[in-house]
């Protein structure tokens, strides 16, 4: 009995280890993921911008949590969001530029905005990265 209980902690300390390697490697994934996808967004290449958008607003999704917001800022996926429903308004695909803009909304942290505000908020930290 006292071995299985032994193994038993074993397994569940390994479990939490591997979960705090893979928390600390998902982080520093996510920063190079923004990074990237802002900058293929500010390139002006749409179809990278969409591609590299929709990935990090999946990791995002996938990651959130009070820690990240305090590593990488509270509204990424609302930024992300945001940039997706600019691009595809761009391009004329207004279903998809409303769904986004819609999501960028509703996970926006912080007062409520408008999305003219949000769009205001967005452009000038874009204009600040050029």
Not at 53 to 58: F, G, N, P, R, V
Not at 69 to 98: C, F, H, M, W
């Amino acid at each position: 009995m006292k071995n299985l209980v032994k193994s038993v902690l074993m397994m569940l300390f390994c479990v939490i280890a591997k979960q705090s390697v893979a928390t600390e490697v998902s982080v520093d994934l996510i920063k190079k993921q923004l990074e990237a996808a802002h900058s293929l967004y500010l390139s002006g290449d749409q179809q990278k911008s969409v591609n590299a958008l929709e990935q990090l607003a999946k990791l995002l999704q996938y990651h959130q949590s009070p820690a990240l917001d305090s590593q990488i800022g509270p509204n990424n996926l609302a930024y992300t969001y945001l940039r997706l429903g600019v691009l595809y308004e761009k391009s004329g695909d207004t279903s998809k530029a409303t769904s986004y803009f819609s999501k960028a909304l509703l996970s926006y942290k912080g007062d409520k905005v408008e999305l003219e505000q949000l769009k205001t908020q967005v452009q000038s930290l874009d204009r600040r990265s050029l």
